[in-house]
Every structure is written in C-alpha cells, then in structure tokens.
C-alpha cells in the first residue's frame, strides 16, 4: 500500500528552525502536486505550501519569507524548511500528495514552537 512518512517534527524556540520531511513510499503511482497542511488544536486544516510536479511552488500568506518547500522527485519526498518559526506555528503538520492513483495523506507530524 501507498504510504508518506513524515518525519523532522519537535519541540523548538521561537526564531528556530526545522526541517520536515515526508517520504513516499509503495506503489504510489507517478506524483503530481505535493504539499504540507497543518492543523492546530481547535482549528481546521489549512495549506501551508504546495509543489507541483514542475516546481512551481505556492505558500500561505502567514508563512512566505520563511518556510522552503522543495522536493526530490528521484526519492519520492518533499521537504518544508520551515525557519524563523512563531508558537503561531504550533501544529500538526501533513503531507498531501497527489498522483495518478489518487490522493494520499501522511498521519502527522507535530510542530510545537514555544519558551
């Protein structure tokens, strides 16, 4: 079955810096746009940034200056840099991705950003 691992998740000081890693893995299909979500305590899951297959990358207005997606189409994973990191941040973040055998979602990772 089709699975993305994420991975780089944790506690950090306001200003830190993280890097998240989602890895695909399994018949997967060939990938299209990936992206990370999050969703903090109480509130909906929102789009934090999105690649797609080409490059072209799209990012939330709370986060552009300061978080990195990248991705490495020969491992099948996506990254988020995410720096300069606020207890805004505080969440659990997931990876999205789209292929040709659908959408697929990882289970989580979580951020917390806090003194």
């Known amino acids: 079955q089709v699975q993305l691992m994420e991975s780089g998740g944790g506690l950090v000081q306001p200003g830190g810096s993280l890097r998240l890693s989602c890895a695909a893995s399994?018949?997967?299909?060939?990938?299209?746009?990936m992206a990370w979500y999050r969703q903090a305590p109480g509130k909906g899951r929102e789009l934090v940034a999105l690649?797609?297959?080409?490059?072209?990358?799209n990012y939330a207005d709370s986060v552009k200056g300061r978080f990195t997606i990248s991705r490495d189409n020969a491992k099948n994973t996506v990254y988020l840099q995410s720096n300069s990191l606020k207890p805004e941040d505080t969440a659990a973040y997931y990876c999205?991705?789209?292929?040709?055998?659908?959408?697929?979602w990882g289970r989580g990772t979580q951020v917390t950003v806090s003194s």
């Open positions: 999205y991705a789209v292929s040709s055998l659908g959408v697929h």
């Open positions: 399994g018949s997967i299909g060939s990938i299209n746009h």
């Open positions: 690649i797609t297959g080409s490059g072209a990358t």
